[in-house]
């Protein structure tokens, strides 16, 4: 195994600008080795962070000036760790300087100049190389341990009087080890995990031996969903405990914004596989409390790199909804949202509503594409609906996942019944005659904000930030004695449908396996 070392610190902090295609990219640089850079894109998230040439940096005087003005100012009123600031001591006013640190913020500044870089460049999962996006603190391996040699050199914590292996490991609920994992030649070091059971090594001969002997073929959970080769099994964190610490871990990797704590005991982890002939490959996982006080349903997700923008992240989401509303209530995922989660839900609470008004703006229920009547007018009732109810199978059906008929109806996530009051109180059929003789159907329904949560099972203010991002917001009538009415037409529908390319539900409720609550 090669020798690791502590990597110098050189944070520098001058912004410089560098061009990317037809635009500049300002940019600061977190460390330098031999001719390369290592970079943080201003306002952009950490997975973007690269190595480029040296050269291509310029400095950017005029805008690092005003930078360091506004944060000497901002120094004055605020506490002395602000980020990546704390590695220049210049920055801070001379009043301050002196000033002792409590234990946790020592904490806080080390965590913040630990985890400002990605420790390992790759990860070696399975069959796949995956490039890695964040820090995670994967504890020293033994022989990491007695290799790593005691320096002074290396990034200088606060309160410890020399840099060793341990002394970054002093947050234990936070960082684990802490350490970058860098070659003698001064490249970060590669991670090796077991695909199956998630141990993980720092010896490519090691993960090797041990891919051979691993004997787990498959999640130690219970299958909680099965479509074709798609599963989701569940596992309980207090009964596979270092299991699911070790995926804990590993998706660390790929997720930023969520804080990693080694007690899994009130978590249920719920791990996304595709069946192969011999063992099950992991796609992606979701987690959740057991007992959620702020009505989380999801806590982190993460679907691996090599298998994004095929639906899994909304098979998974659509399925922690599916949860709450088994267990009568209304979730919502645990804040913050990285930037790619937000956008995942956003599609999803998006497509919800489409769906919901498709449905309720719709002069027919969508199993009945026509209905024909002899010697008087079409019937709406429930008693006509089901008499008419074999037409739909002539009805053209898709084929799913695994070349099975997929009913987009049936197989779509839960929403109300035309037995709800939205349908038989609030619903109105107008029918405007035409020149030929021929009439057309309009549908209105008055309905208010709390509806629509209540029948999609969103909470009231995602329902809203949906609305109001994918534009149903916009157009309203407000009278002096009435309150402020939002329009939403049929038209406007297919345009945001269009526009957001809202498909059909990924889960197919047929499939889940667990019993109704």
Not at 233 to 262: H, M, P, R
Not at 311 to 337: A, C, D, N, Q
Not at 352 to 381: H, K, M, Q, W
């Amino acid at each position: 195994m090669p020798a690791l070392s502590l990597p110098q610190s050189t944070y520098d902090p001058r912004i410089y600008v560098i061009d990317k295609g037809d635009t500049q990219k300002y940019v600061q640089v977190l460390e330098r080795s031999k001719g390369q850079v290592y970079v943080h894109y201003i306002n952009q998230d950490k997975r973007l962070d690269e190595w480029i040439d040296e050269r291509d940096c310029r400095p950017a005087e005029d805008m690092s000036e005003r930078r360091d003005g506004r944060s000497r100012k901002r120094k004055r009123h605020t506490s002395a760790s602000s980020g990546l600031g704390s590695h220049s001591d210049d920055t801070l006013p001379l009043h301050e300087e002196d000033v002792p640190l409590t234990e946790e913020e020592i904490d806080l500044q080390t965590h913040k100049q630990i985890t400002a870089q990605r420790n390992f460049e790759t990860v070696h999962f399975g069959n796949w190389q995956i490039k890695t996006w964040y820090f995670s603190p994967y504890p020293l391996t033994d022989e990491e341990e007695v290799s790593q040699p005691s320096t002074g050199t290396g990034p200088r914590i606060p309160g410890v009087a020399r840099t060793t292996a341990r002394s970054h490991g002093r947050t234990v609920d936070i960082l684990a080890g802490g350490l970058h994992r860098y070659h003698s030649d001064g490249q970060r070091a590669d991670l090796y995990v077991c695909d199956m059971c998630f141990k993980y090594m720092a010896d490519p001969a090691s993960w090797e031996l041990h891919k051979k002997q691993c004997e787990v073929k498959h999640p130690p959970g219970r299958k909680v969903y099965q479509r074709g080769s798609q599963i989701i099994w569940e596992v309980d964190g207090s009964i596979q405990k270092l299991y699911c610490q070790n995926l804990a871990l590993f998706g660390k990797l790929f997720i930023d914004v969520k804080t990693l704590f080694f007690d899994c005991d009130n978590f249920l982890f719920y791990i996304l596989t595709d069946a192969l002939p011999t063992c099950d490959i992991m796609l992606g996982f979701f987690s959740k409390e057991k007992i959620s006080y702020d009505g989380y349903n999801l806590a982190c997700i993460m679907t691996l790199p090599p298998y994004q923008r095929q639906g899994y992240g909304s098979m998974m989401i659509e399925f922690s909804y599916e949860l709450s509303r088994r267990s009568g209530k209304v979730g919502t995922p645990e804040r913050p949202l990285s930037d790619l989660g937000l956008r995942s839900y956003l599609a999803f609470w998006v497509a919800r509503i489409i769906r919901y008004f498709r449905r309720v703006l719709s002069a027919l229920p969508p199993e009945i594409p026509r209905i024909r009547t002899v010697g008087d007018l079409p019937n709406l009732s429930k008693s006509s609906i089901g008499e008419l109810e074999d037409t739909s199978k002539r009805k053209k059906r898709m084929k799913g996942r695994d070349g099975e008929l997929v009913d987009p109806v049936k197989s779509a996530s839960p929403l109300i019944t035309f037995d709800d009051p939205t349908f038989t109180v609030n619903r109105v059929f107008e029918i405007v005659q035409r020149e030929d003789g021929a009439a057309e159907i309009h549908v209105s329904v008055h309905c208010t904000l709390n509806d629509i949560a209540r029948a999609t099972n969103l909470r009231i203010e995602d329902a809203a930030f949906a609305l109001n991002e994918c534009g149903l917001l916009m157009r309203r009538l407000t009278r002096s004695d009435e309150n402020e009415t939002i329009v939403v037409t049929r038209e406007l529908v297919e345009k945001v449908a269009e526009e957001r390319k809202v498909k059909i539900a990924v889960l197919s409720l047929n499939h889940v396996l667990l019993d109704n609550d």
